[in-house]
């Protein structure tokens, strides 16, 4: 723990990203939630999973073009103009009536956000001046989003109650002190840019190799199931069960507390006793039973609506920490290229899974979008037993 200490008394940029982290992960978590019920009351439930699957492709694409745009105008230029924007699309969505505004907002908000991440992700990387302690660093940093992710949806049901828009007006309130944070904490020399990934040529080594293409795989199933809940959960609570925000924002609270309880256990018996490989195998099985009873529960059955919402997110958290933990034992801190093809997975995950929810609301009422949404989660149980076991 002294060696933590250490590295972060050298290298004090990384406190302040931490700090950073934090505020843009309650900014985004504020939002998360309420999207897509925001979205349906201009479009409609099905022109919701066409609106995230363009804004998902728009930001991979951008994903993939930043790293240019950062050699040209450095760290702190980029994160600093892709911050005003976010702050002025979010805002807008806070007094927004047109549909085409609310659309133009929505694409920017999710277009930038995750530019966002991408490039706090970069700052990382330049202070991990320890190959030893980049778990331990990025650890912190999951820590940081996870703590925002827990305590966010409680309020949000709150100020959702009144006003689905006033959310954003209250997210948008982040990003101020995130822009002067910015201004004073991270500006640097644009010469600090290094190790910007080169992705086509990491794609090609991760799918080349068994247990990185495995481990890429179920990651990318995990991120469905977000995807999945994200979009259609909050509608499906709201308006097919209609349940007051206020009661969503309290069962969201109960739902996300695994992530803070579980993680570290997880982990320990992961590297001490288990292996991920088998943990990772009853995560998915745990997300697939519980997502396919969530779509069963009646409306009135509040306490057990909770319930199984809770054990959704225990399985996510040994799903998420094995497959983060096993990566990260085939890959270290000088392999940032596969690194971004990881976290690639969250924007391939908004492509493929609004597609999967728009077939599925076309034949079958919203219990068979879970049940379908719990059978496809198997999938990462199957690619988990594909992998080669750690222990």
Known sequence: MENVFSALSLRKCLIWVYLGTLLLSFHSYFT??????????????VSVGVIYVVSAVISLVTLVLLPREIRLYGKFRTILLLSVLQFGAVLALA??????????AFLISQITLPLIFYVLDIYVEDNTYSESLTGIIRGLLLTAGNLALVLSPYLVGVLAEDNIQNVFLFASLFILPFLLLTLTKLRVPKKHISRIPDMRKAIAVTFKDRNLRNVFLANLILQIFYAGMVIWSPIYLTKVLEI??????LLFTFMLLPFLMFELPVGFIA????????????????????????????????????AVLFLTRTGAVFAEMTTESYFFKKVSGRDPDLISVFRSTRPLAFIIGPPIGIAALSFMPYQGLFLTLGALTLLGALFASRLKDTL
């Open 32 to 45: 998360a939630y309420v999207n897509s019920s925001f979205l349906e009351g201009f479009f409609g439930s």
């Open 95 to 104: 007094y927004v009536s047109s549909p085409i505004l609310a659309l133009l």
């Open 244 to 249: 007051p925000w206020s009661t969503v924002g």
């Open 271 to 306: 590297d001490k006793y288990a292996g991920e490989k088998e943990m990772m195998i009853v995560g998915f099985g745990t997300i697939s039973i519980f997502t396919a009873a969530f779509g069963l529960v009646p409306g009135s059955s509040i306490f057990l609506l909770g």
